[in-house]
């Protein structure tokens, strides 16, 4: 047996467990790495990186519309909507909950608020990225290794 | 389960979310379907309009054609997004109903917004099910049941009257369909029986208090609307 991958898979797990424990990441990534297998290896790494590049516009958007002279609110709740909705659909739990807080300002027209929230979600993205990022990169030693992904159980919350 | 010689159900999905539709796409094709994805409603239609569903009459599927034929693809459900930009799901389920060719093709609408009276809007126009999103495999697994049948594509599972009987049920009767028994015992745990009127004068307050809900109990239990009556 192999005790450099049996530790970096205890390693990959640890990393993974701590994400669910933090808040980070919700079942619904679980669910991503389900559909994941043979035929589509990469499945959840695609969906991610689609979802990187989706919001990193959606933020420069947000930032853009917030510095107009007169806000547009319904495209403000339009743009929170897109990033809260696909930060749900991979699991990306904080994003999606600062979202949640950054509508209610929306709806309150409160461009302080708004503001602030749009920090927020920024710092939760960033943190999301890269620590999915660092994930990634623990299954790819695991697998160069000759290991496979060990199942990522949810800790109980 | 279809293996690759049978032929396989259609969906058409519409989402103008990339993310949304890697990933309904996906859940769709390990469902064992065949999967179109369009990003809006209007494409939909163009779509629906090119692969010969136009011009054939409600209750008359494909005549005798191949499933390998290329005019003899149809689509045997569309799961559509509600919220997009321009057409929304809800204008495509009006359109497609309204629709003497299209009309047969089971509808089923998904949203991230747990909104009661969107929810009966779209059972009530003859939507078969309303998801919520994020869509989980288990949502695309009560899909099946709700495929339009059609000559070519029986299955060994149910029969086609069967099936056809409950959709008939499920069009007719649509003011039962949805369960709000989960979001009722979160905010009126007195109220048993879901009141329409009563869910449209308090919508908007409860649209965020729903918000709310869900950025403090992400695990609770996921709202289904379905179209069975659950009194």
Known sequence: MDVGLVQMQRRLADYANALFKEGILDSQYLQLQELQDESNPDFVVEVVSLFFTDSEKLLNDLSRDLAQPNVDFKRVDAHVHQLKGSSSSIGAERVKNACIVFRNFCQEKNIPGCLRCLQQIKQEFLLVKSKLETLFKLEQQVVAAGGSIPTVQQPSL | ?231
């Open chain 2, 1 to 231: 389960m279809g293996t690759a010689a049978e032929p396989q159900f259609h969906v058409l999905a519409v989402d103008d979310s990339l993310v949304d539709r890697k990933l309904i796409e996906r859940l769709l094709k390990i469902s064992s379907y065949q999967v179109t994805a369009v990003d809006s409603g209007s494409k939909a239609l163009e779509f629906l309009g090119s692969r010969g569903n136009n011009g054939r009459s409600s209750s008359d599927p494909v005549p005798s054609v191949s499933p390998n034929d290329h005019q003899g693809v149809e689509v045997n459900l569309i799961i559509t997004d509600y919220c997009m930009p321009g057409m929304t799901g809800y204008d495509l389920l009006k359109k497609i109903k309204e629709s003497s060719s299209l009309r047969d093709i089971p509808v089923v609408i998904m949203s991230s917004e747990n909104v009661p009276s969107r929810i009966s809007r779209c059972l009530e126009e003859g939507a078969e099910e309303f998801i919520l999103k994020p869509v989980r495999l288990s949502d695309v697994n009560k899909l099946r049941p709700h495929m339009r049948r059609t000559k070519k594509l029986k299955t060994h599972q149910q029969e086609p009257r069967e099936d056809s009987e409950r959709h008939g049920e499920i069009r007719s009767q649509p003011a039962r369909q949805h369960e709000l028994e989960i979001q009722q015992s979160q905010h009126h745990p007195s109220q048993q029986v879901p009141q329409h009127q009563q869910q449209k004068s308090s919508n908007n307050n409860k649209r965020k208090a729903i918000d709310a809900e869900e950025g403090l109990s992400p695990d609770r239990a996921r709202t289904r609307y379905s179209g069975v009556a659950t009194f």
